[in-house]
Each structure stands twice: as C-alpha cells, then as structure tokens.
C-alpha cells in the first residue's frame, strides 16, 4: 500500500472529506472494523505490554501490527464506553460518571440524543453491524426499562450480551439477546455443554460473522466486542487456573520488577523509566495461598479471553477477510483497586432453591446464589475461580497490573488511563510498520474519527431531528503508516472530581479537591516528580485551557457525579440527604437516596404491619443494596432482619409468621444494635456484631420489594404478595 499523503482532522464538522486510504487507492474497499475492549485491566498485563501474562494471539497481533505507547481511556468503564461509542467526551454523551441520573445533563447515565454512535454512523456507509458483549451506558437495564438506549436502539443490527457492567460469569446478570432479557438455559441459539460467559461473547461473535458471510457477503462490517474480562469477580474454569499454580507465590514485588525490566526491554518506556511505589507487603500477607490464587484466576481470565480472540481472528482467516479487517484492541481502565468481595458475606442460608431456566439473573453483587442453588460464598479463605465465588483482586495485585504507573481505576494518574492499544489491519499496515511502536498519545474520542475516516462515512450535524454534538477526535489512520496525527486539540479528562490535561509532554492532573500537579511525561511518565512549583506559568495555561474545556463539555458543576436524581447538592459536595424524622410509606413507594431516611451513623427504627396472607417469602421493606442497606423480610415462613455494612452481612432471623395480622419493628438502637420483633416476641440472635450503617445506602428504599442489589439472602426484587396495612421508618435521638 502506497504511504498516505493526505490527513483527516475529526473537528466540529458535519461533512467530513474522502477517507485517507482513498488517496492511495480509489478501487480499495473500505475495511471491515473490529474495536475489541477487555475490562479493568492494567497497562502491564499483556505479554506484549511487557507482563508475564499468557497472550499469544494478541501478542501476534501486536507483531504483525502497531503498539501504541500512550493512549488513554476515561479511568472507568461506563465513561470510557460512552466516549468510545460517540467520539466525544463521556460527559457529552451523558455518562459523565456511571449508569445514574445525577440531575445534570452531563451525567444522566445514560446515552442522550445529542450524541450518535459508530454504529449509527457507519450504516449510513452501507456498514453492517454487531455488537457482543458488555453495555453498561444506559440507566434502564432491568426487563420492563425504557430500551431506547440499547444496542438495537442505537445502531446495532444484532446484539448477544449484558446491558449491566459486572456479575457472575457462569449465570451474567441483564444477559440479553437483542431486546429481549434471556438466560444461560433458555437462550434458543446458544446452548453450550458449559456456560462461561468470555466463551460466550466470542462464540456469538462468530456466529454474527459467520451470518454476515452468509447474508451480506459483499457488504464491510463494523463490530464492537466488549469482553468483560478481567473485572471481578475472579471467575474462569480451572483448567485455566491450573495453567498459573505457582506463578504468583512469591508475591507483588518480583512481577513488579520483571514487568517493569520488559517495558524497558520492549521499548514501550525509557530506559530510565521509574516505579511508581509498591502498595501491599508480601511478607504481611495472612493468607498468601488465596492472595496468589485471586492473581493466578485473573491472569487465567485474561489468558481465556485472548484464545477467544484467537480464534475470531481465525474465523476472519478461513472467510478471507483478514487481510482487510482492522482490529482494535484495548482497555477501558486500569487496574482495579476496589475490595468487592474481599470481606465475607457468611456462610449464607442452609436452604437456598435452584433457579429455574427462564428465572432472571438480575444480580450484579452478592449475596446471590448459582443457579444450581448455591450460595455465592465472598471473603478471605474463598479460593475463587469457581461459579459460587465471588471475590475481586484487590489493590496490591491491581498496582501490579498498573506497572509502573501511579492510581488504579477511578484516577487520572497514569495507572487509571494508560491502556495499550493494538492496531492490526495486513492490508492498511505497511510491511515496514509492522510490529513497530506508535508513540503519538490518543484517547478514545479518536476511534470513531478513525472509523468515519477509513469507512468513507459521515458524521451528522443533525440525525433523527436532533442537533449532534461536534465531533472531538483526530484519526488515527495516518498513524498505522508513520505519519503525523496533526491534532490540535489537547486531552482533557475528568472523573469524580480527578481531572486531567495533557499538551505535548506536560500533563497537569489532580485528585478530587487535591491541587494541581505538573509532570514531563517524556522524562517522568509514572509520575513522581512534580514540577508544579517550579513551571507556574505552565500551571496557570492549562488550567485554563481544562476549565473552558470543562464548562464546554458538560463537567461542570465538579460535585455533579454526587448529586441526586434532581440535582440536589450539599455544600459540602455530597448529595444532599433527607432531613426528615418520620416517614410514612405505603406499598409500592420508591425513596431515591436523597428522599430517603437518612440512616447512614444513625439509629433507625421500621414499623411495618402487614398480613402474610400465607405468604411465606417477600420483601416488606429495604433500603440500600449489597454494600450497605437494611431489608425486612420473610424467608421460608420465618420474619428475617439482615443489615449490610461495607458488604459484611448480619441477620436476625426471627419467629415463623402465623396467619393473621402482625406488627415487625426492626432496626438498630441507639447503641449500634441491629434488633428484631415480631408482635411481642423479640428475636434473640447470636453474634450481632454493632455498628450502625456507615453512610445512608446510595440505593433507593422499597416498599414491598427490593428493586436494586439484594440487602440479603435472596434474589431481587422477591416481592411481597401479601398485605402491607402500613410502614413507618423513624430515625431516632442519639443515646
């Protein structure tokens, strides 16, 4: 292929001019496009970003194509998805933090009509496309939500995979074939002798292609494949895991080292490059076997996921379409820091019923339980890998995967948005380039500029009667033959309230509420050595420059990401809570976090008169979720009280409920004590332990029903059918 002589600027424009390869080439057909995101993964875990990771075939990919050094993702995984899918910044699209409405436009959590995705662009091009795989940009992801932003709905002609961003791969939660919500046991077109889901993901994304060369032979396609490895809970079969015993018992330190010598080796950092500092001791470490064991299911997740890849890089190899398929892969965050399922959730109940094949996973936390009847065991000792675990990581590991950058998942540092990006298209890479390194820095907005560019497309000023948003990024096309990008906008980032700007080598970033710091990304890439005070003019320039940015894009205000449904914000940042003493609820009602009783540090007392009506499951009240929250409920005839703090369990298990009319009160005293009546009868329970409910839950409260992630022992929304005569929830005075 001839070298591209001709560059495409993605600005905010609605026409853009022909595609670069055209210049080259007028005869050539565009090519079919595949963007392939891997999840909570670190910049050092793959074996061509110098880990110690099993993955050949993108290690192949990576030969045969072009790394890039330094491109970014947003530093989470709903952003990074939103930005990714529109070319512009998340907040723009609407998913300014996650699948919430915070009352701000730029944080609706779910994709608006300003904005329009790749899909949507490129069937204007005579594209075909598909989409397998993880969502995660709209707030509706229960059977009976507002579907309008779902694949189908924006752009995708087939879609297999899960509208939610987590759960347990064995049984996904919100697993859907198109628009219809389906099972591992019902779904008519897929039946595997094993269900996992990485599996699952890359067989139906051979089976789309697989149509596409039956139905549309002559016609390109763009695909996005979201694999939802490797993001907790640490699941994969174990012959997987077996294929790492041993690898990680020496501890964080020695893979930390070696990685660090390989990206020096690889050339991916400079020989003078620095390691950001370790975070955990091994020889601190209690249970140093199940510390190993989480790394050792993580890499083997990892591992899977790339023969997965393998093998849909095979599927385009036997079709012929290879040769002209771009590939793209990369990652939406670093890795992650979070502790989910690293406190135990208990030994569960004795008598736990099997899902039947046409019950919905909605669960994306525990407590919940495997189809089978299981319960989903968490915690310290829990050797995860199989389908009744549930345990993520943790924060040392995730800095490992982080080599050797600063932060995880969440910040703006290094470590939360420094992804590898690998570009392999035989008929589009020159011989020359292949296996080179590209050092140009990118960010996601860029890829759908790079889609619009090689696919002939058009980005809209207007499309199905609403205004588009310009787009943001510059393509990446010229790049894959050594050319310069010519961007002339810098990147710009914000989450949570960590923000971020980078022009040429300097980049200037900030925790939430934390003062700026000014790093030479040439020379200090991990970060460590701030020249804010020695470069205030530097300082000043771009903060500037992020500031328009912000008030441009959406951002603005900063505390947005904290605020309720309608947009109420305390002083202090925080979402503003309900000061109400006394609440009087009624069936069916639903209190959004910043309605609800204010229970967080607080004694709280719920009166809720009901009759079973022989009914001996239900919820009669909850508020707040798996991590933190409160539910009252029945459970095989018996009156149950559990409490949840930072996802520790503690239930009260009460009387059998004869037939008639009762009175449950339950709640925590003003001495941090979880209790329990029915009627008269107060329960006695072993082994509470005090404390009251350390934040008031970010979850709704529900009358009748538990609509978010389940408080306790059941599976959601295990509503009451009996009958609710009258709930009252006081927060009482302090002792």
Request: aromatic share 8%; hydrophobic share 35%.
């Amino acid at each position: 292929m001839k070298t591209i002589t001709r560059l495409l600027l993605v600005s905010g424009i609605a026409t853009l001019l022909a595609p670069v390869w055209a210049a080259a080439d007028e005869k050539k057909t565009p090519p079919n496009i595949i963007i392939i995101l891997s999840d909570d993964m670190g910049y050092s875990d793959l074996g061509c970003y110098g880990g110690e990771i099993r993955t050949p075939h993108l290690d192949q990919l990576a030969a045969e194509g072009v790394r890039f050094t330094q491109f970014y993702n947003t530093g989470r995984c709903c952003p990074t998805r939103a930005s990714l899918l529109t070319g512009l910044s998340p907040h723009q699209a609407g998913v300014g933090h996650m699948t919430e409405d915070h009352g701000y436009d730029g944080y609706r959590g779910t994709l608006n009509n300003h904005c329009v995705t790749i899909a949507e662009v490129m069937r204007s091009a005579g594209y075909r496309t598909y989409a397998c795989g993880k969502w995660h940009v709209s707030a509706a992801d229960k059977p009976d939500s507002d579907n309008s932003a779902w694949p189908l709905q924006r752009g995708f002609e087939k879609y297999y995979g899960t509208i939610r961003g987590a759960g347990n791969y064995y049984d996904p939660a919100a697993l859907c074939r198109g628009n219809k919500f389906i099972t591992p046991l019902n779904d008519p077109e897929y039946k595997p002798e094993h269900y996992y889901y990485t599996d699952a993901i890359t067989d139906n994304a051979i089976q789309f292609i697989q149509q596409h060369a039956k139905e549309t032979p002559d016609k390109p396609f763009f695909f996005y494949v979201a694999y939802t490895a490797a993001h907790w809970p640490m699941q994969a079969p174990e012959e997987e895991v077996a294929k790492y015993k041993g690898q990680y018992d020496g501890g964080y330190e020695p893979i930390r080292a070696a990685r660090l010598a390989r990206l020096k080796e690889l050339g991916l950092l400079p020989a003078g490059a620095e390691m950001s500092p370790q975070f955990g001791e091994w020889h601190k470490v209690e249970d140093k076997a199940w510390e190993a064991r989480c790394m050792e299911v993580y890499a083997a997740m990892i591992t899977r996921m790339d023969t997965g890849i393998g093998r849909i890089v095979d599927e385009l190899k036997a079709d012929g379409r290879l040769d002209n398929t771009l590939i793209l892969f990369l990652q939406d965050n670093g890795g992650c820091g979070e502790d989910t399922g690293r406190k135990s959730n208990g030994p569960g109940p004795e008598k736990l019923k099997p899902r039947g094949p046409d019950e919905l996973q909605l669960s994306v936390f525990p407590p919940m339980f495997t189809r089978e009847g299981k319960w989903v065991r968490s915690g310290p000792g829990v050797m995860p890998g199989p389908a009744d675990t549930y345990v993520a990581y943790g924060k040392a590991w995730a800095n490992v995967s982080d080599t050797p950058f600063r932060e995880y998942k969440h910040f703006i540092h290094e470590g939360g948005i420094s992804t590898p990006l690998i570009a392999h298209w035989p008929a589009g890479i020159p011989t020359e380039r292949r296996g080179q390194l590209e050092t140009q820095p990118g960010q996601l907005m860029d890829l759908m500029a790079t889609c619009v560019d090689l696919g002939g497309a058009k980005y809209p000023a207007e499309f199905k009667g609403q205004t588009i948003t310009p787009a943001e990024g510059t393509s990446l096309a010229p790049a894959f033959t050594g050319a310069k990008l010519g961007r002339t906008k810098p990147l710009v980032w914000e989450h949570e309230g960590n923000r971020a700007i980078r022009e040429d080598q300097w980049k200037l970033v900030a925790k939430e509420n934390k003062p700026w710091e000014l790093y030479d990304i040439n020379a200090d890439r991990s970060e460590l050595h701030d020249l804010a005070s020695s470069e205030p003019e530097m300082v000043k320039r771009l903060t500037a420059d992020w500031d328009a940015w912000a008030k441009r894009a959406q951002v603005l205000p900063m505390e947005a990401w904290r605020a309720n449904a309608k947009g109420a914000l305390a002083k202090s940042g925080a979402a503003r809570l309900n000061n109400t003493r006394r609440f009087e609820l009624k069936p069916g009602d639903t209190l959004e976090r910043g309605e609800a009783p204010a229970v967080g540090k607080s004694a709280f007392r719920a009166t809720v008169a009901f009759d079973a009506s022989g009914q001996k499951e239900g919820v009669l009240l909850a508020q707040g979720g798996s991590k933190n929250g409160y539910a009252l409920y029945l459970e095989d005839g018996r009156l149950v009280f559990s409490v949840r703090r930072d996802g520790d369990i503690v239930t009260i298990q009460g009387d059998a409920v004869p037939a008639g009319a009762h009175t449950a009160i339950a709640g925590i005293d003003a001495a941090g004590l979880p209790n329990l009546r029915l009627d008269d009868h107060a329960a006695i329970a072993e082994k509470v332990t005090k404390g009251f409910l350390p934040v008031t839950p970010g979850e709704a409260l529900d009358v009748g029903a538990d609509n978010g992630s389940s408080v306790g022992p059941y599976q959601g929304p295990n509503e009451f059918k009996g009958k609710l005569n009258s709930v009252l929830v006081e927060l009482l005075p302090e002792k």
